[in-house]
């Protein structure tokens, strides 16, 4: 959003000759001055918490928890690889649950936008089924799938699956009608209808609801992975946990922090690439 | 190549609806002619216009069109809107192309020639919702004419422009329609509109819709609005309107009913005749 008002500005001012101060107050402002601002607050507030926690005879032993062992032990943790080590096998299952959960979700969605009957059908069955927390799967998805692994993507997949299909849903029915009637007297057959109008059109609806189902598929991939698996972000955080490595623990929730930050990033540009809305 | 086209006592009935729409409507349609369609809001002038399209199927009779019955829709026969209703991830130039797209048989030759005759050629990459509404319609014609239609339907295609946009693009259309040899049928509001493109306007009636005069307009195209006998056909088709539906209405208006569509179809029409 401020990188694209940015660039016009700046667009602007070199138009006019020489450099336009007041849109590069501005952009430092909006791209750079405020975040920082925000994370200073931030880091703060951790700093307060682990400052309490190392002055409280009760916790300090949880004092590695503050943002200097935390930051300290993340360096370590980079540069011997620990972290992308963890993070891999993480990426993995989210984005194999997230494929599932579009692969099945669009098209449902794409069915219920389109047609009264699955939609006045479905809507008890799916509202139903959308309230179960996805950790509310754990044990039939431990049952029902041999690995580790296929039971982490399923509870992805079970979460990540009603963003995407709700949304795509809504996309349909905002579809103006008069585009299929063009579409259909041009000579549209289904698929091309498919394929050529109503894709395009609803895009954008699709990544917001893939934007939403990244947000909690990564809150359910942490928990998910204290199950069985060796491997991941979640395994890292249970391991560091266990072994009473709380700077560890702290480095890793930054990691995961930092990761979805630019997993929700990714969406964004997403979302914005496939807008065909006017700008402004 | 033109079209004959014949409606066959079309009657339709809308699922849920105690009275029928349209009642035992006849007509013929020779090759070539411009039909301009008038009645007021509500009498089924786009309901017939979607049948001649085959986006809608009548509940009795049939279209034919050169005597085979038309039952879906077809790039053989083209529908325009009021609004252009162009693709907006599509380009100027894809907008137009998307019917031929669909068939399979992509002609940039053909479209660069759309492009020119409807004035487009510099925004062909454009996107669409940079355009006026004007130049908006001007790529909705284009992709009409794109698949070679034998006929033209227009539904009040360009009651959302303005006064100027919307008479050079009259005289435009009929003058593409008389060249590329087409049938057209137009749906409007505008008695102006109507004597400026057709060579026989077709009165309409309501509840239930049924065609209940016509007149000729037999004057030369490119028609010129400020000349004596197109001030003279107009007045004549305004004189004809109103024995013909005009009376009803007034006698609505004196039961002062109370549906407020017809109140609102009332202000129109007392506005276009003041
Ligand atoms: N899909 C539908 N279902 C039920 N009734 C309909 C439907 N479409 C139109 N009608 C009704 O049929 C009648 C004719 O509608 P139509 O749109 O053909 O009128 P029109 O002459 O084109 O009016 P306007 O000049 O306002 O566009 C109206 O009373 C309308 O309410
Ligand atoms: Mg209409």
Redesign the pocket.
């Known amino acids: 959003m401020s990188s694209t008002s940015s660039v016009t500005a700046i667009d602007g001012s070199a138009r006019e000759g020489g450099i336009n101060w007041s849109a590069v107050y501005k952009f430092s402002l909006t791209a750079i001055a405020y975040p920082l601002m925000g994370i200073a607050v931030m880091v703060a507030l951790w700093w307060l918490g682990g400052w309490m926690i190392a002055n409280n005879p009760d916790t300090s032993s949880f004092a590695d928890f503050a943002p200097a062992p935390a930051f300290a032990r993340l360096l370590d943790l980079v540069a011997n690889g620990y972290v992308l080590e963890a993070t891999i096998p993480s990426l993995e299952r989210i984005g194999l649950g997230l494929l599932w959960a579009a692969l099945l979700g669009v098209p449902v969605g794409v069915a219920i936008g389109l047609y009264a009957v699955v939609r006045e059908v479905s809507h008890v069955p799916f509202q139903f089924l959308r309230m179960i927390s996805p950790l509310a799967w754990m044990p039939i998805a431990v049952l029902a799938f041999e690995t580790w692994d296929g039971a982490i993507v399923f509870l992805i997949a079970v979460a990540a699956i009603w963003p995407i299909l709700f949304s795509t849903a809504q996309g349909v029915r905002r579809i103006d009608p008069l585009w299929f009637k063009v579409a259909k007297n041009l000579g549209a057959d289904g698929s091309q209808m498919l394929r050529r109008i109503i894709l395009p059109a609803i895009g954008q609806d699709i990544f917001a609801g893939v934007r939403l189902a990244v947000g909690v598929a990564w809150i359910v991939l942490v928990p998910a992975e204290y199950l069985g698996v060796t491997s991941g972000l979640g395994y890292a955080i249970n391991d560091a946990r266990d072994t009473l490595e709380y700077d560890t623990l702290a480095a890793m929730v930054v990691v995961i922090g930092i990761i979805g930050f630019f997993l929700d990033g990714i969406c964004v540009s997403m979302i914005k690439r496939l807008s065909w809305h006017a700008e402004g | 190549m033109s079209t004959n086209i014949s409606i066959d006592y079309i009657t339709h009935t ?4 105690d009275a029928p ?1 349209l009642k035992d409507i006849e007509l013929k349609i020779q090759p070539g002619e411009k039909i301009a369609l008038i ?10 216009l979607h049948m001649l399209a085959g986006l809608l199927l009548p509940s009795e009779g049939c279209v034919r069109i050169h005597g085979h019955q038309v039952s879906k829709p077809s790039a053989k026969w083209n529908m325009m809107f009021q609004k252009a209703s162009l693709y907006p991830w599509m380009s100027v130039r894809e907008n137009a192309e998307l019917g031929l797209v669909f068939a399979g048989k992509k002609d940039p030759a053909k479209i660069d020639y759309l492009m020119s005759l409807v004035g487009l050629t510099d925004k062909a990459d454009a996107n669409v919702q940079s355009l006026s509404g004007g130049q908006q319609q001007r790529v909705a014609l284009a992709r009409s004419l794109a698949t070679s239609p034998d006929l033209l339907l227009l ?2 295609p360009f009651s959302a422009l303005d006064a100027f946009t919307r008479s050079s693009l009259q005289d435009e259309v009929a003058d593409i329609v008389s060249r590329e040899d087409l049938t057209m049928v137009i ?1 409007t ?1 505008d008695i102006d509109e109507a004597v400026a493109m057709a060579d026989r306007v077709l009165i ?1 009636s309501a509840n239930p ?1 049924r065609i209940v005069g016509e007149m000729a307009v037999d004057l030369p195209f490119p028609r010129n609005r400020a000349s004596v006998e197109f001030s003279r056909s107009r007045e004549q088709l305004m004189n004809q309107f109103e024995s013909l539906v005009g009376d009803a209405d007034l006698e609505h208006s004196q039961a002062e009913t109370v549906d407020t569509n017809k109140t609102e179809s009332e202000t129109t029409d007392a506005q276009k005749a003041a």
């Open positions: 809308f699922k849920g609806a729409t009645g007021r809001s509500g009498c089924g002038k786009s309901t017939l539904d009040e749906v509001h309409m819709g």
